[in-house]
């Protein structure tokens, strides 16, 4: 009998059901529709470069409590992988008393983390969509078939929204289980849910430091998520180890 012939790979990318281009445009819009206001709040603010060169944080003081969220939403929004931009310090600098996002630490803490954690799904969101849209690649999509990856599937599909959220409060430079979610072709409701868990909690954890702190907060709050990452590998990896290793 013939050899059956490989399936296309590439053509079975293309059928993830995901719609690439939707997403962006509704992003696009979405980012117009918040950029036009604040650009007339804060010109209509009257501020000039030299203030804020040189005292941001009064200039900040002084700012109405919708521009300063929104301007939060709007650049977390852009931190993906694709442009990392770094956040850790940005939301410490909104969370700090002197800066008056909230009247108390509780209402800052809650202000910044669901602002936070709102923009950073959205943030992911772009990196599913972009990662989706590697992967529709012929070479690119051939990663599936390896052992390694087929592996990795299998740990991931143990508990993805657990491993989700878990990569979301840890503070690591590259997050390989976003990336893996995306190949395994995780649903994007429950990876966005799981996004904003996970992002929620480390973002309230830099707020509420930074606040009780002052500028040092920041460097605290990302010191207690170090010790969470060794935790959490700690858990994690040796059950990944154990899964790459061959079956006897």
């Not at 989700?164 to 997050?175: E, G, K, S, Y």
Request: aromatic fraction near 12%; glycine fraction near 6%.
């Amino acid at each position: 009998m013939p050899t059956p012939a490989m399936p296309d790979v590439a053509a079975l990318a293309d059928r993830d059901g995901v719609s690439v281009g939707r997403w962006f445009a509704f992003y696009a819009l979405g980012l117009a529709a918040a950029c036009v206001p604040l650009g007339m709040m804060i010109s209509h603010e009257g501020w000039t470069w030299q203030q804020w060169r040189a005292d941001p944080f009064a200039v900040l003081a002084a700012t109405p409590v919708a521009v300063k969220l929104l301007t939060f939403a709007v650049y977390i929004s852009l931190c993906c992988t694709f442009l990392p931009l770094p956040t850790g310090g940005v939301v410490s600098a909104v969370a700090m008393k002197t800066v008056a996002i909230g009247p108390d630490v509780w209402t800052t803490t809650l202000a910044v983390a669901a602002v936070g954690a709102a923009a950073s799904t959205v943030a992911n969101l772009n990196d599913y969509h972009l990662f989706t849209l590697v992967l529709r690649s012929r070479r690119i999509a051939k990663l599936r078939q390896t052992r390694f990856y087929q592996t990795a599937a299998r740990w991931f599909a143990r508990s993805p929204f657990y491993l989700v959220t878990l990569f979301n409060v840890l503070p690591i430079p590259v997050d390989v289980v976003r990336m893996l979610a995306t190949t395994y072709r995780y649903p994007r409701v429950p990876f966005a849910a799981a996004n904003f868990v996970g992002r929620f909690i480390r973002y309230g954890v830099i707020a509420f430091v930074t606040y009780k702190l002052g500028d040092k907060g920041g460097w605290v709050a990302l010191g207690l998520l170090g010790v969470a990452a060794l935790l959490g590998a700690i858990k994690v990896l040796p059950a990944a180890v154990r899964s790459l290793r061959p079956a006897s």
